[in-house]
């Protein structure tokens, strides 16, 4: 949900100049970017949880989180590929150096749980958090201020709620979160 949370604060709140989107293809591209990051992840969970290859949908364990993880990762990666290179997007650079972060930041998700447990939900949010901030100081966007503020209660939110059901310690969600702000900040300022 976060990925479309951040492509829609970024194709409707900052200023159509910096996207070569038509404003009447803006709810359609978001529409297909929450098929694909969204949609398509969420029923292959659900397939793992009903054919008993998950025994819950909460994905607990090490173990349980490895395999939704990387095919998330490739999910990600094929929406970068097709957002800077495919065709019928008329290459929008921009949205896939986004999702090429976050597609990185999932990755280094994937590859922390294979040796220990980091929060997958605070590493999301904190890149929502770094995409924001990155085009906020690239672009010197007043727009994205608000969205920001919000985006770091949240994420607040997110961390506090995380450990209040024992889903991680401290050090996993504040790990988490430092790994996706760091990451989608520094992927969106130097290739923005």
Known sequence: MLPTLAFGLILFIT???????????SLKLLLVISMLTLLMPLCLILIFYTTGIFKSLTMEGREERLMPF??????YSGVTY???FGNGFDRLPILSIVVGGIALSIALVTLITYFWKISAHSTGMGGVLGVLI??????AELSLFTPILVSFILLGMLMSARLYL???????????????????????IVLL
Do not use: D, M, R
Not at 70 to 75: G, R, S, V
Not at 166 to 188: E, M
């Open 166 to 188: 024992k889903a991680h310690t401290p050090v996993q969600v504040w790990l988490g979160s430092l790994l996706g702000l760091v990451i989608n900040f520094g992927v969106n």
């Open 134 to 139: 990155a085009i906020y100081l690239k672009y």
């Open 82 to 84: 097709l957002l800077g």
């Open 70 to 75: 990387l095919l998330i990762t490739i999910f």
């Open 15 to 25: 200023p159509i100049g910096l996207l070569p989107v038509p404003e009447k293809y």
